[in-house]
C-alpha cells in the first residue's frame, strides 16, 4: 500500500519569549486534523512540539505537495494562530508568511519533510525536529546514518547495504541539486556538505542497481525562511523523516548518530554556534541562551498508515552522556561572548548591526 507521510511545522507562537509551545496550540491543531481524520480525508496524524515550532505528522494517500494536506496543516496554525494573538504569546503567527493558502505550502513560512513510500512489511520510522538551527544542521548526522561505517556497521556487514546510497544534494544559494553516490563519491559529498548553509542533503536512496523503483529512505525540510521572505522573520528550524531496518540502517544506527552534539548554527538570535542537544520530548524547551539548539525523535511503525506510537527515542538514558557534552560544550562556547566561532561569521548572522556600526565610523577610518 502507498502511503505519504507529512511532517508539517510551524512557529506560530512562543510561551515565554521562544523557549516552547503552549498546549492550547497543540489542542487546536488536534481539533483541526482530528475533523480531517474523520471525513477519512487522512488515516493518522501526530501533533507535537520542539522548542517553539509545532509540529504535524500527517499521514494520507494524497502523495507529496498535495493541495488538500498543505490546506489542512495551514488552516491547523491559522487556528492556533488564533489562540497565541489572543494569549499574546510571543512572535504569534511569526511563521505564517502569506494571507491566503494557494496550492501548497512552499514559500509560504512552514517547513515541510514529506515522502511517498510503499508501506512494507514492517515499516519502522522515525521524525527527527530540531529547534534553533538550520536545515544543515542535519547533513552530519545523516551522512552518519548512510554513509559512515563506524556509525553504521551494517554499511560493511548487510549484504542489502554494501552497495551504499545515493544522496540528493541541494545548494540553497544557486537553487540548484545533484546526486551523488556512496560510497565511491564520499569525498566529493563531505566536500559540499561541510558547508552547511549552502549545500544540503534533502533526500536520501538506496544505491543499489536491484532498487530499481527508488523510493527515498530519508527527506529533509529545506525551507530556508530569510530566503522566502527576502529579509530573516526567524530560524528555519529543520525536520526529516528516516525509515529504518531490513536493508536499511538500523533504528540503534540511526539514533547513533546523535549521540554527539556536533556544532550548528542558531541558537541566541540565530546568530551562534553551539552544540545540538538530543532530548525527550518533555525537554525540547529551549532556555539558556534560547538554547542550546535542541533534536527529539519520535518512532513510529505504520501499520497500513496508521501512526503506531511514538517511542520518544532520544529521551532514553543511553543520551544521557552526550547531552552532558553537550552542557560543557555551551559552557565553553558561551564564553568566547561575542568573538567567532561562536559569534557566526558576518555572512551568516541573522541579526547585525555591523553595516551601522561602519557606516558611523567611516569617517574616522584612515589608511594604514
Ligand atoms: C532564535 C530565536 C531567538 C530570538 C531572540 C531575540 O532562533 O528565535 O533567539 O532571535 O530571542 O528575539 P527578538 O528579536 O524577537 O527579541
Ligand atoms: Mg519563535
Ligand atoms: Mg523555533
Redesign the pocket.
Known amino acids: 500500500m502507498k502511503v505519504t507521510m507529512s511532517l508539517i511545522k510551524a512557529d506560530v507562537g512562543g510561551l515565554a519569549?521562544?523557549s516552547r509551545v503552549h498546549p492550547q496550540l497543540k489542542d487546536d491543531a488536534k481539533l483541526i486534523l482530528e475533523a480531517a481524520k474523520g471525513e477519512e480525508k487522512i488515516i493518522d496524524y501526530h501533533v507535537t512540539s520542539v522548542g517553539?515550532d509545532l509540529q504535524l505528522i500527517i499521514t494520507h494517500k494524497n502523495g507529496e505537495n498535495s493541495s488538500y494536506v498543505h490546506e489542512l496543516a495551514w488552516k491547523a496554525f491559522l487556528k492556533a494562530t488564533e489562540t497565541a494573538k489572543k494569549l499574546k504569546l510571543?512572535?504569534a503567527g511569526q511563521d505564517l508568511l502569506k494571507d491566503s493558502f494557494s496550492g501548497n505550502l512552499k514559500g509560504m513560512g512552514p517547513g515541510v519533510a514529506e515522502f511517498e513510500i510503499e508501506e512494507r512489511r514492517s515499516e519502522p520510522v522515525v521524525a527527527f525536529m530540531m529547534d534553533?538551527t538550520e536545515p544543515g544542521a542535519f547533513n552530519l548526522p545523516i551522512f552518519k546514518m548512510f554513509a559512515d561505517p563506524f556509525n553504521t556497521p551494517g554499511l560493511v556487514i548487510d549484504p542489502n547495504m554494501h552497495e551504499g546510497f545515493e544522496f540528493e544534494i541541494w545548494d540553497v544559494i544557486d537553487h540548484k541539486k545533484l546526486f551523488l553516490k556512496t560510497p565511491e563519491e564520499v569525498y566529493d559529498i563531505l566536500a559540499l556538505i561541510g558547508s552547511k548553509s549552502r549545500y544540503i542533503i534533502k533526500r536520501v536512496y538506496p544505491g543499489g542497481a536491484k532498487n530499481s523503483k527508488k523510493e527515498p529512505v530519508a527527506v529533509v525540510s529545506t525551507d530556508i525562511l530569510h530566503e522566502i521572505a527576502g529579509k530573516y522573520v526567524?530560524?528555519d528550524d529543520p525536520a526529516a523523516l528516516v525509515r529504518a531496518q531490513a536493508g536499511l540502517p538500523a533504528m540503534g544506527e540511526i539514533l547513533e548518530a546523535f549521540t554527539f552534539p556536533h556544532l550548528v548554527s542558531?541558537?541566541?538570535?540565530?546568530s551562534h554556534n553551539g552544540p545540538l542537544m538530543p532530548v525527550s520530548v518533555q525537554d525540547a524547551t529551549p532556555s539558556r541562551f534560547?538554547g542550546p539548539p535542541r533534536v527529539i525523535g519520535l518512532g513510529f511503525q505504520l501499520a497500513e498508515g496508521k501512526l503506531v506510537g511514538p517511542a520518544d527515542l532520544l529521551a532514553d538514558k543511553a543520551f544521557d552522556g552526550a547531552r552532558l557534552l553537550a552542557n560543557q560544550i555551551a559552557d565553553y562556547i558561551r564564553r568566547n561572548g561575542p568573538f567567532e566561532p561562536h559569534r557566526l561569521p558576518e555572512q551568516e548572522m541573522?541579526?547585525t548591526t555591523l553595516p551601522q556600526v561602519q557606516k558611523k565610523l567611516q569617517s574616522r577610518m584612515v589608511d594604514l
Not at 266 to 270: A, D, L, V
Open positions: 519569549g521562544h517553539d510571543y512572535g534553533k526567524g530560524k542558531g541558537w541566541m538570535r540565530g534560547d541573522e541579526y
